[in-house]
């Protein structure tokens, strides 16, 4: 007898808490194990925290507030504590919000780093519940795909990283995720438009990266009223509740920028490009490199820096996990593209086209800012992705489910069993075999052989076993990685 819906989803709450219970228990062991200042940028933000703090006003972005010789040798003596962090002060054109919350928690914990750190980890937990109510606001008859996206999204090595450091890609994350949340719902006449005019007002006052939501706005006022056939009249009053307080909230801001930067400077990046003298810069290195190898290192650096490369990027993990690590990803888009594939063939609901379109644009800006970044700054890391970590969890559980059809597994584990073949051979005419990476190329053939052969109630099962197999992995980046090599 099929379980009624509500039923199911009150169950769907248990494997959520052990999540969170997981991940606070990981991100805990992140902030007090990660060495001071090993988190990237992370000076910079609590100086940003400690200006508020110590002298009650926001700070200005100056000519001093960059030093590339000195960051170079802090980050190579590991932060010595002679050298003094109170210099790095790049991080002041950035819009306050998280500072302005963060703030109380330095007064509380007398200017330590560690409840800063637990701060950012709290608002790190909003993203992983957030991941969960998406994944069941687009498929609310499968609840067991919103606590595999959560988890996954709990799990992530880097990511864990980051929300256990100080810096305002938590607060972003969390917000955008609550705006994407409330989005979902907003297309389905669930909640208003001053809600979400109030989340992307908090937006742009906390990261140039959240300015996603502008354009995404439209978006979702253009999809409602072209589904609902309202009267153009209604798109504007709707746009207007939705814009005028968030654009009033972000203009504070941007009226201090202009009168304090100049005008047309209202984020401050002007000023920061300006300060920022030494950084390396896109068309230096491909002067240097040439242009193919610099999109391969850009490439390469970008995988492994999203999955897990420490510090402030030197801390690279063994090689054997980042082969694991591109199995897996590389299972999860086969799964998806199937999805995708039988999703055109069958069809899918009027409110899933919807949260597909939002979704998927989200995430495609979301790819396009580090790679407007990168066209004049060298920044090849994966964490400038984590915004659409939400919707990218969800497209790897919907590819991780579709590994249990049978047809889907079949080719999948065909294809591997060629590709272990191809390697040992190649390893043997070379006379190297690796086998290690036979090894992993032989488990990820195996457990797509198992997932496709066993009964749909063991899909569970599955999930709970990669997402222990993550936390391990969590464990084994902090411990047999960071703690050694940045102490």
Not at 62 to 91: G, N, V, W
Not at 197 to 209: D, Y
Not at 291 to 308: D, I, K, Q, V
Request: contains cysteine; glycine residues 10%; charged residues 10%.
């Amino acid at each position: 007898m099929r379980e009624n819906y509500p039923t199911a989803q009150l169950r769907g709450y248990w494997p959520l808490l052990l999540i969170l219970f997981a991940y606070f228990i990981a991100g805990t062991l992140y902030a007090v194990q990660t060495p001071h200042w090993q988190v990237p940028d992370e000076p910079a933000h609590y100086n940003y925290i400690r200006t508020l703090a110590e002298q009650h006003q926001l700070p200005e972005m100056t000519a001093q507030d960059y030093d590339q010789i000195y960051i170079e040798r802090l980050t190579s003596e590991q932060f010595p504590p002679h050298l003094s962090i109170a210099p790095l002060t790049y991080e002041d054109h950035q819009p306050p919000l998280y500072y302005l919350l963060a703030t109380p928690i330095f007064w509380l914990g007398e200017g330590r780093l560690l409840p800063l750190r637990l701060f950012s980890l709290t608002l790190g937990a909003v993203v992983v519940v957030m991941t969960a109510l998406i994944t069941a606001e687009v498929l609310p008859q499968s609840p067991g795909l919103s606590w595999l996206a959560a988890g996954l999204v709990a799990c992530l090595p880097q990511h864990l990283a980051m929300m256990a450091g100080v810096n305002n890609d938590s607060l972003t994350e969390a917000l955008l995720a609550l705006w994407l949340w409330l989005a979902l719902r907003y297309l389905r006449g669930k909640t208003s438009p001053l809600s979400l005019g109030v989340v992307l007002g908090a937006l742009l006052l906390t990261k140039t990266t959240g300015y996603v939501a502008l354009p995404l706005a439209l978006l979702v006022i253009v999809l409602r009223w072209r589904r609902g056939g309202f009267a153009f009249s209604w798109a504007l009053h709707q746009a207007a509740a939705l814009f005028i307080p968030g654009l009033l909230l972000g203009a504070l801001w941007w009226t201090r920028n202009s009168l304090l930067y100049g005008w047309p400077d209202i984020l401050g990046l002007q000023r920061h490009h300006a300060v920022v003298v030494g950084q390396p810069r896109t068309a230096a290195w491909i002067a240097r490199d040439g242009l193919g190898l610099f999109l391969h290192n850009a490439l390469h650096t970008t995988f492994r820096s999203f999955w897990g490369q420490f510090g402030w990027m030197g801390v690279v993990l063994d090689q054997r996990i980042y082969l694991g690590a591109g199995l897996l990803s590389g299972l999860m888009v086969w799964g998806a593209a199937w999805q995708a594939i039988f999703a055109l063939y069958r069809g899918i609901s009027r409110t899933q086209q919807d949260a597909g379109c939002l979704l998927g644009t989200a995430t495609l800006i979301t790819f396009a800012l580090p790679l407007w970044y990168n066209l004049t700054f060298v920044q090849h890391q994966g964490r400038y992705l984590f915004p659409a970590l939400p919707a990218l969890a969800l497209i790897a559980a919907l590819g991780l489910r579709q590994l249990t059809h049978k047809q889907v597994a079949i080719a999948a584990t065909s294809l591997l069993a060629i590709a272990g073949l191809v390697i040992g051979g190649l390893g043997l005419l070379r006379g190297d075999l690796p086998l290690w990476t036979l090894a992993l190329v032989g488990s990820a053939a195996l457990f797509t052989a198992l997932s496709g052969l066993t009964a749909a109630k063991f899909n569970a099962i599955w999930g709970a076993l990669l997402l222990g197999g993550l936390f391990v992995l969590d464990m084994w980046c902090l411990f047999g990685f960071i703690v050694p090599l940045l102490r």
